[in-house]
């Protein structure tokens, strides 16, 4: 069958960085929390969460590493803060503050091509379109 | 939650033509409708969570699943490979069935996990996956879980 890869050509690596950071990030935590998935993932799919949460925790590292120094300092900034570095904005709204951002900002990614983020908030922003 | 809410029957894709697990779980993500980008991070995360160890949880059921922030609700898709598939299972049987399972970083209902718990419950009903073989159209999948998992 026809099975492109996913087109992220147009995506700033940075982003596309920060957001595989966020997302293995909220795995991690979830390993974590007492209510979270350890038993399912346990019981269901035979994993030890233990060495799930350090092989999780080891590609973080990684992935961190390559973050750009300006980028990296202002990821460690606003990781204390919030448990989500990158927000989607969905219809001109910041899902990390819930303001309504200026089109001006948000406008074409795919065109300046450069790093976003929130001017309420601080995070970082991944516009879905 | 019932299980049946979750999927509709454009998540749902009987006839899988993919043939390696890459592509499979590209299939699977292309149910849920993300844009290219969303597609492409769901893409790696799922992968990083199958290199934890395999979803395929054995009799030929696999159920990838994580968070991710490219979905703001949980999105499920069903897809069936009648031929199986190589999804290096714990069983290291052919993988025939497979649910997809993705979750928002933070979920105000907290449907995640139970949501989870229950589609592997319902897998692993032993007379489940010979009735999933014997569908025909995407609504008798729904009608299925409304029986069997209400
Ligand atoms: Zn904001």
């Not at chain 1, 202002?74 to 899902?95: A, D, F, L």
């Not at chain 1, 001017?119 to 922003?125: A, H, K, L, Q």
């Not at chain 2, 069983?91 to 497979?98: A, F, I, Q, R, Y």
Request: net charge negative; aromatic share 6%.
């Amino acid at each position: 069958m026809m099975s492109p890869d996913p087109n992220t050509d147009t995506m700033h690596p940075q982003l596309m960085l920060l957001m595989e950071l966020q997302d293995l990030r909220s795995q991690h935590r979830e390993l974590e929390k007492d209510d979270g998935s350890a038993p399912v993932e346990r019981e269901h799919f035979h994993i030890d969460p233990a060495e799930a949460r350090a092989q999780l925790a080891e590609k973080i590292s990684e992935l961190e590493e390559r973050l750009d120094p300006q980028v990296r300092a202002r990821y460690e900034r606003i990781r204390p803060q919030r448990e989500r570095v990158v927000v989607p904005v969905i219809n001109g709204v910041c899902y990390g503050c819930f303001v309504s951002i200026a089109t001006a900002t948000v406008g074409d990614q795919e065109v300046h091509q450069e790093l976003q983020s929130c001017e309420n908030c601080g995070s970082f922003i991944y516009v879905v379109s | 939650m019932k299980l049946r809410k979750l999927f509709t029957t454009d998540s749902v894709e009987l006839n899988l033509e993919s043939e390696t697990k890459d592509e499979v779980l590209k299939e699977l993500i292309q149910l849920l409708g993300l844009d290219d980008k969303s597609e492409a991070i769901l893409f790696k995360t799922l992968k990083r969570r199958e290199n934890l160890g395999s979803t395929g949880i054995g009799k030929g059921i696999a159920i990838p699943h994580c968070r991710s922030l490219v979905v703001n609700e949980l999105r499920l898709a069903y897809g069936r490979k009648p031929e199986g598939i190589d999804f290096q299972a714990i069983d290291d049987e052919p993988v025939h069935n497979l649910f997809l399972i993705v979750a928002p970083p933070l979920e105000v209902s907290n449907q995640y996990l139970p949501v989870l718990g229950k589609i592997a419950q319902f897998a692993k009903d032993p007379d489940i996956p010979e009735k999933l073989q014997e569908i025909d159209e995407a609504t008798q999948f729904l009608d299925l879980l409304e029986e069997r998992a209400p």
